[in-house]
């Protein structure tokens, strides 16, 4: 009787191809790795590409926080069609000639949407209100309104702009961009407000992202690089790469694992979720400082 080959433990940085859910890439992973035990940090949308980061048994209780690090996105904006969804997915709602719109009225709407923002999520979102998903009310179409709410637009550049002509016959401009921004912000939104402000109308033609937190665009492997070998980063690796390390003794680190709110040291003091090593140098507890003692948020010894 042969033995069931262990089930990895760790992260799967998928590159996402265009048409699948996030779910649909959790459901392929876990038949791929053997096991129910599978998460992403962080959704894509289907027209999107690239970085999704997967957790697989223990490394799905690191998920929730490296949902909360900063992104990096390359896309592609058209400038001159509003549309349904805010993206290339959704029907047209208007067509605005965009062919006098200049480069430095691009630059400026642009510098506007960049630093800390004010921004309105796009109505078909995953984004709940009063316990009910955007997408769902707008589908069934009801009259909603969704409150802005704020997010960091760390980077926002424009590399290229080319002329094109829609479908329709208009006039329009796509501009190649770059994003780096906070967990929450809306790409497909920063094109609809672009567009907006500059009075031709605007939405999202491409998008791939390039980076979730530490995890790059080169370290990811498409699903059937996955089928074929099954590339996983340790639980350890993970969060070393994520978060600050902080390495006690034998006696801290059982106080630790038991529950005890140590004091720490002041560096970490406001720095998010920080990694726990041992002497031995496991990875044993994530925790985060909590009026200058430590609050576990996740045991992995």
């Known amino acids: 009787m042969t033995s069931k080959p262990p089930v ?84 047209v709602l208007t067509s605005t000639p965009a062919s006098e719109v200049t480069r430095e009225a691009i630059d400026a709407e ?21 316990g009910k998903r955007s997408y769902k009310r707008a589908r069934e179409g009801e009259d909603f309104e969704i409150p802005a709410r ?19 016959g208009t006039p329009v401009l796509d501009l190649v ?26 939405h999202l033609t491409a998008l791939r992202r390039t980076r979730v937190g530490p995890y790059k665009l080169d370290s990811a492997r498409t699903l059937d690089d996955l089928q074929r070998e099954l590339t996983v980063m340790p639980v350890a690796e993970a969060a070393a790469a994520a978060f600050p390390r902080w390495d006690v003794d034998t006696r801290r680190a059982q106080l630790l694992l038991n529950g005890v709110r140590l004091e720490m040291p002041d560096e970490y003091a406001g720095a998010g979720a920080v990694g726990v090593y041992d002497s031995d140098g496991r990875f044993i507890v994530l925790v985060e400082e909590s009026r200058g003692k430590a609050k576990s948020l996740a045991v992995f010894a």
């Open 110 to 130: 642009v510098a506007v949407l960049t630093g800390n923002i004010m921004q309105v999520p796009s109505k078909v979102s995953a984004i709940k209100i009063d």
């Open 150 to 168: 704020p997010v960091t637009v760390s980077s926002f550049a424009v590399y290229d702009v080319r002329p094109a002509v829609a479908e329709d």
């Open 8 to 91: 990895p433990d760790g992260l799967v940085i998928v590159d996402k191809p265009s048409g699948f859910t996030s779910h649909d890439v959790v459901a392929k992973m876990r038949g791929i790795a053997r096991t129910r035990r599978v998460g992403h940090a962080g959704t894509l949308d289907p027209m999107a590409t690239g970085v999704l980061v997967l957790g697989v048994e223990r490394a799905t209780k690191l998920l929730g926080h490296l949902a909360l690090t900063e992104k990096e996105y390359l896309g592609t904006i058209r400038l001159g069609q509003d549309t349904v969804t805010d993206d290339a997915e959704g029907d």
């Open 177 to 202: 961009v770059s994003v780096v921004c906070s967990s929450g912000t809306y790409i497909r939104a920063l094109a609809r407000d672009l567009g907006a402000a500059l009075g031709v109308g605007g």
